[in-house]
C-alpha cells in the first residue's frame, strides 16, 4: 500500500488548491490545470507521487480535524513561516510555542482546515 493522495473536504477547490500551492509550493499537474469551477482540484508533491486532492462537498467543517498536515518550513524560521502563512490568508487557531522555543502553531486554512507549523530542521537541531 501507498498514499496516493491526501484528500480535504472543501467548497471551493480552486481556491483551496491556490492556498495551498502558495503556501506550499507544491504544483498543480500541468497536463491537468486547476480552474475554476473544475469538480476537484489538485496539487501534487514534489517527485513523490502523492497528490493533495480537494473535493468539493455542500457541508461546512463543524469539528476539529482528526487528521491534519504539520509543516516544518525549509527556508525560514517557523516564526516566520506563520507570518508569511497568515498573510497568505490562514488563520490563527491555538500558539502552542514555548518559551524556550520549542512548540508549534495551529493554523486554520481559508475553509477552516486546521494544520500546524513545527521549527524547521535547524531550529531543531540548534
Known amino acids: 500500500m501507498r498514499i496516493r493522495s491526501i484528500t480535504i473536504d472543501c467548497h ?9 500551492s502558495a503556501a506550499t509550493g507544491w504544483l498543480e499537474d500541468p497536463e491537468d490545470p486547476n480552474n475554476p469551477g473544475d469538480p476537484e ?7 513523490t507521487g ?8 455542500p457541508e461546512g467543517k463543524s469539528v476539529k ?11 525560514r524560521t517557523r516564526d516566520e513561516e ?18 524556550d522555543g520549542r512548540g508549534w502553531v495551529v493554523l486554520a486554512d481559508p475553509e477552516g482546515n486546521e494544520f500546524c507549523v513545527v521549527r524547521s530542521e535547524a531550529e531543531r537541531v540548534a
Open 12 to 20: 471551493d477547490p480552486y481556491r483551496q488548491a491556490r492556498f495551498w
Open 41 to 47: 482540484g489538485r496539487l501534487v508533491i514534489g517527485e
Open 50 to 57: 502523492i497528490s493533495l486532492l480537494f473535493i468539493p462537498v
Open 65 to 75: 480535524n482528526r487528521v491534519h498536515l504539520d509543516l516544518a518550513p525549509t527556508e
Open 82 to 99: 506563520v507570518e508569511r502563512l497568515l498573510s497568505l490568508g490562514a488563520t490563527m487557531v491555538d500558539d502552542r510555542r514555548l518559551p
